[in-house]
């Protein structure tokens, strides 16, 4: 090594830091949230758009009163962009994980992003299904899939565990 070598490596060592695995696992379960948010919106847009064409050719119209106090609605599952929405939260949940166990987290900057994405994150996750769930006391008929649950229980205990760790995180980045 010639002395120009060990005089960067005496440089950049100490800030160089070994990246964990873990961060690693969080921040790509983060970006594969994310191409899923983007299938669910680009999904929706060409259900909305198929929607749109259907209306436009059918022969058939509605008869009846939605209004008053016999008026039915019926909600049989979660819309693709209210799909996305949640996968955006569950994404934002993987990345706030991701900032706490990245290699720089000295900074209370770190504190406070972590907590804010989270706090966004859970609401962005437990919001569609929260407004069906109150939808069933309306007497709405509403169905949601397994799924769904599954995705909102994800959501949420990724969202709530990196909330309460980056809520205990010290300025010095100790807990």
């Known amino acids: 090594m010639t002395e120009e070598q060990k005089k960067n490596n005496e440089e950049i060592g100490p800030n160089m830091r070994k990246k964990s ?38 022969s ?14 019926i909600a049989k599952s979660i819309s693709p962009f209210g799909k996305g929405m949640m996968i ?3 994404a934002a949940g993987f990345l706030s ?3 706490l166990t990245a290699g720089k987290t000295k900074t209370s900057s770190v504190k406070y992003r972590c907590m804010i994405l989270s706090g966004t994150g859970f609401l962005l996750t437990a919001f569609p299904p929260a407004q069906l769930w109150m939808l069933r ?3 709405t008929a509403v169905g949601i899939s397994g799924y769904i649950w599954l995705l909102t229980l994800i ?7 990196t909330f309460i760790v ?10």
Do not use: H, W
């Open 155 to 161: 959501g949420a205990v990724i969202n709530v565990a």
């Open 60 to 73: 058939v119209s509605m008869i009846g009163g939605a209004d008053g106090p016999t008026s039915i609605f």
């Open 166 to 175: 980056a809520l205990g995180k010290k300025k010095d980045g100790s807990f």
């Open 21 to 58: 695995y873990i961060s690693i696992i969080f921040l790509c379960l983060a970006v594969f949230c994310a191409v899923m948010f983007l299938v669910f919106i680009i999904s929706g847009i060409i259900q909305n758009q198929r929607i749109a064409q259907e209306m436009k050719e059918a």
């Open 97 to 99: 994980a991701y900032f």
């Open 88 to 90: 955006l939260g569950v």
């Open 137 to 139: 006391f309306q007497g």
